[in-house]
């Protein structure tokens, strides 16, 4: 029997949602169980699983905090509740080392909180990061790699026993042991015309998905102009546009069914357009790394094309959108293998391998 503790990042739902996808080929090798730790996305965990999964709802980590109806980052509200989130560090290891002995636990996984990586250490267990970024990257960013919050953090992650490096990574991470993979997401549950048809949009109609994530917490207004004819948008971030059911989670089907994805540069939402060759509109929240890698491979790779924030809520980008998405759509006939294809087996037998 192998037991695995999985610590799920609780900035947005983007780690939550391509966890889901790793944990889904964990179990599927007899003898594996899974125990998931997370709040923001506890409820999409225990819905994806149906108690195949244990899920314990409590926080992992906070991520940073977002300026209101900004696109940048509050520093001095982030370094507040960075000094606070570390504070709670010496009670989550003393929770966690009861949970891991009682449950017999033999592997620790982290996306990608760092406190996991000291319990496995303690633990005398081994232990996997899974990301394309890690705090450190983000916070040294912020506030220096000399601060004494982020050298903290950083000594944790280098503690881990293994690193997988998913796509759109950032330069000079200093996890160890780093093995480069390729795309991991969910994959569609639900066929395009499936998906049309529950939206209510014909076949003709080229449909744009627009998405900020669930990690602004404070979205910045967009501004809406006249449709072109024969476009049609779906968010249910934007006012007088298709709505997608609350009660419905699978994200990835709504950027398959779409012809163009308009969204920040977060890992979840660029993984699921690439996996599917839907053309990207993308921006970047001002001053956070993760989104700068994303966005200079997207831009790269010929299949997005990068705007700025104040252009992004303006929507200049419908007048030439269908011409846009023509030109990228042909760059995905020659993308390389790590983006071309999805790897969440791969990634599944890299943890069990430890």
């Given at each position: 029997?192998?037991?695995?503790?999985y610590?799920?990042?609780d900035?947005g739902?983007?780690?939550?949602?391509?966890d889901?996808?790793?944990?889904k080929e964990?179990?599927?090798?007899?003898?594996?169980r899974v125990?998931?730790?997370n709040?923001?996305g506890?409820k999409l965990?225990?819905?994806?699983?149906?108690?195949k999964?244990g899920v314990?709802?409590?926080?992992?980590?906070?991520?940073?905090?977002?300026?209101?109806?900004?696109?940048?980052?509050?520093?001095e509200?982030?370094?507040s509740?960075?000094?606070?989130?570390?504070?709670?560090?010496?009670?989550?290891?003393?929770?966690?080392?009861?949970?891991?002995k009682?449950?017999?636990?033999?592997?620790i996984?982290?996306?990608?909180?760092?406190?996991?990586?000291?319990?496995?250490?303690?633990l005398?267990?081994?232990?996997?990061?899974?990301s394309?970024?890690t705090?450190?990257?983000?916070?040294?960013?912020?506030f220096?790699?000399?601060?004494?919050?982020?050298?903290?953090?950083g000594?944790s992650?280098?503690l881990?026993?293994k690193?997988?490096?998913?796509?759109?990574?950032?330069?000079?991470?200093?996890?160890?042991?780093?093995?480069?993979?390729?795309?991991?997401?969910?994959?569609?549950?639900?066929?395009?015309?499936e998906?049309r048809?529950m939206?209510?949009?014909?076949?003709?109609?080229?449909?744009?998905?627009?998405?900020?994530?669930?990690?602004?917490?404070?979205?910045?207004g967009f501004?809406?102009p006249?449709?072109?004819?024969?476009i049609r948008?779906?968010s249910?971030q934007l006012p007088?546009?298709?709505?997608?059911?609350?009660?419905?989670?699978?994200?990835q089907?709504?950027?398959?069914?779409?012809?163009?994805?308009?969204?920040k540069?977060?890992?979840?939402?660029?993984?699921?357009?690439?996996?599917?060759?839907?053309?990207?509109v993308?921006?970047?929240?001002?001053?956070?790394?993760?989104?700068?890698?994303?966005?200079?491979?997207?831009e790269?790779?010929?299949?997005?094309?990068?705007?700025p924030?104040?252009?992004?809520l303006?929507?200049?980008?419908?007048?030439?959108?269908m011409?846009?998405?023509s030109?990228?759509?042909?760059?995905?006939?020659?993308?390389?293998k790590?983006f071309?294809?999805?790897?969440?087996?791969?990634?599944?037998r890299?943890?069990?391998s430890c």
């Amino acid at each position: 029997m192998i037991n695995i503790r999985y610590y799920s990042s609780d900035h947005g739902l983007g780690h939550v949602s391509r966890d889901i996808a790793i944990i889904k080929e964990l179990i599927k090798v007899p003898g594996v169980r899974v125990f998931v730790r997370n709040l923001s996305g506890s409820k999409l965990f225990a819905d994806s699983f149906n108690k195949k999964v244990g899920v314990t709802p409590k926080r992992n980590d906070f991520g940073v905090i977002n300026k209101k109806n900004d696109f940048s980052t509050d520093n001095e509200g982030t370094y507040s509740r960075l000094s606070e989130w570390k504070s709670t560090w010496d009670d989550f290891l003393k929770e966690e080392k009861r949970f891991c002995k009682g449950n017999d636990i033999s592997i620790i996984v982290s996306d990608i909180s760092p406190q996991p990586f000291i319990l496995a250490n303690d633990l005398g267990i081994p232990s996997v990061a899974v990301s394309n970024f890690t705090w450190h990257c983000i916070y040294s960013s912020l506030f220096g790699k000399n601060d004494p919050l982020v050298k903290d953090i950083g000594d944790s992650y280098r503690l881990a026993s293994k690193s997988i490096i998913l796509p759109f990574e950032q330069d000079n991470m200093i996890l160890p042991s780093q093995t480069k993979t390729g795309l991991v997401c969910r994959d569609i549950e639900k066929s395009r015309s499936e998906i049309r048809n529950m939206l209510g949009v014909s076949k003709r109609d080229f449909l744009i998905f627009v998405s900020m994530g669930f990690s602004m917490e404070n979205m910045p207004g967009f501004k809406i102009p006249e449709m072109p004819k024969g476009i049609r948008l779906v968010s249910n971030q934007l006012p007088n546009a298709i709505r997608i059911p609350s009660n419905f989670y699978n994200s990835q089907d709504i950027v398959a069914a779409s012809d163009l994805v308009a969204c920040k540069s977060g890992y979840t939402t660029v993984a699921e357009s690439v996996s599917k060759k839907v053309p990207m509109v993308i921006t970047a929240r001002d001053g956070f790394v993760d989104d700068e890698a994303i966005c200079s491979k997207v831009e790269k790779l010929g299949i997005g094309m990068r705007i700025p924030n104040r252009d992004f809520l303006s929507m200049d980008y419908l007048s030439n959108c269908m011409e846009f998405a023509s030109r990228a759509k042909e760059q995905y006939n020659s993308l390389p293998k790590r983006f071309s294809s999805l790897h969440n087996e791969e990634v599944a037998r890299i943890i069990l391998s430890c």
